[in-house]
């Protein structure tokens, strides 16, 4: 495992916790004209808890949130294809190098020393014998 694996777990993981504390931030902002999420879930309760004047702050958390979710984001996915295409590389070179051997060895011609030494397939019934190339004594005539 190198550092750019490690790098892209870490950022991940960060960016997960990201997510999160988005959701919560989310549901937890004083609703505007009474409406909204954070009135579904209790808006008058998010008053009494963080103060009548947090929705500043917690709007402010909000966007400096989205901002690190939507740069993480992209962090991430310019190093995951740049590790991706590195790896691709990598798989690459491997097989054009076990290319190279297999290749020279298919480059030298095959020659026979004795054809009539290789064993000859067996004809099928119904069918003639191959031709080996030998020469084949004629039958003989019929008495």
């Known amino acids: 495992m190198n550092v750019a694996s490690l790098f892209i777990?870490?950022?991940?993981?960060?960016?997960?916790?990201?997510?999160?504390?988005?959701?919560?931030?989310?549901?937890?902002?004083?609703?505007?004209?009474e409406a909204g999420l954070g009135m579904a879930f209790g808006g008058s309760a998010a008053d009494a808890l963080f103060g009548a004047g947090s929705g500043?702050?917690?709007?402010r958390w909000t966007k400096y949130s989205t901002a690190s979710f939507l740069i993480l984001s992209l962090v991430l996915s310019v190093m995951r294809n740049h590790q991706a295409r590195a790896v691709g590389r990598n798989i690459a070179s491997e097989l054009e190098r076990q290319a190279r051997p297999a290749a020279a060895a298919t480059a030298a011609p095959l020659t026979l020393t004795n054809p009539a030494a290789t064993p000859a397939l067996p004809a099928l019934p119904g069918t003639s014998a191959p031709d080996t190339g030998a020469a084949t004594p004629a039958p003989a005539p019929a008495q």
């Not at 916790?17 to 931030?25: D, K």
């Open 9 to 33: 777990g870490l950022l991940t993981i960060v960016l997960v916790l990201n997510c999160l504390l988005l959701v919560l931030l989310v549901l937890i902002q004083l609703p505007k004209k």
């Open 56 to 59: 500043t702050v917690i709007s």
